[in-house]
């Protein structure tokens, strides 16, 4: 069975740190590009980051460049989201999705197909 889930949210204050971690089974992530997609009540999905497993390659969302890094661990078969200088802005669901044979720029304007994991929430605080 193909699942992607997602973990590592919770509630922190503004300026602190989390790490999202999006585990895939039943599938290998290779040849597939990954993506973190955040949600916020009232407010339409975006693309955060994406990753293409098969040469690293990235796209970042400007809300969070030079604060958030995507990265892979093919032998764990998992993605990662470090999030940094978090503000209150960034609190949302954060979902992990797959896509095979996307670049990460496509894979990051595009909020529908693939494989999608359940969510896990980040809350920042002021």
């Known amino acids: 069975q193909l699942r992607l889930v997602e973990s590592g949210g919770g509630l922190v204050q503004s300026g602190g740190s989390l790490r999202l971690s999006c585990v895939a089974s039943?599938?290998?992530?290779?040849?597939?590009?990954i993506g973190w997609f955040r949600q916020a009540p009232g407010k339409a999905r975006e693309g955060v980051s994406c990753?293409?497993?098969?040469?690293?390659?990235?796209n970042y969302a400007d809300s969070v460049k030079g604060r958030f890094t995507i990265s892979r661990d093919i032998a764990k078969n998992t993605v990662y989201l470090q999030m940094n200088s978090l503000k209150v802005e960034d609190t949302a669901t954060y979902y992990c999705?797959?896509?095979?044979?996307?670049?990460?720029?496509?894979?990051?304007?595009?909020?529908?197909?693939?494989?999608w994991g359940q969510g896990t929430q980040v809350t920042v605080s002021s």
């Open positions: 999705a797959v896509r095979p044979l996307q670049t990460p720029e496509t894979m990051c304007r595009q909020f529908r197909g693939g494989y």
């Open positions: 039943g599938f290998t992530l290779d040849h597939y590009t």
């Open positions: 990753i293409r497993t098969s040469d690293a390659s990235t």
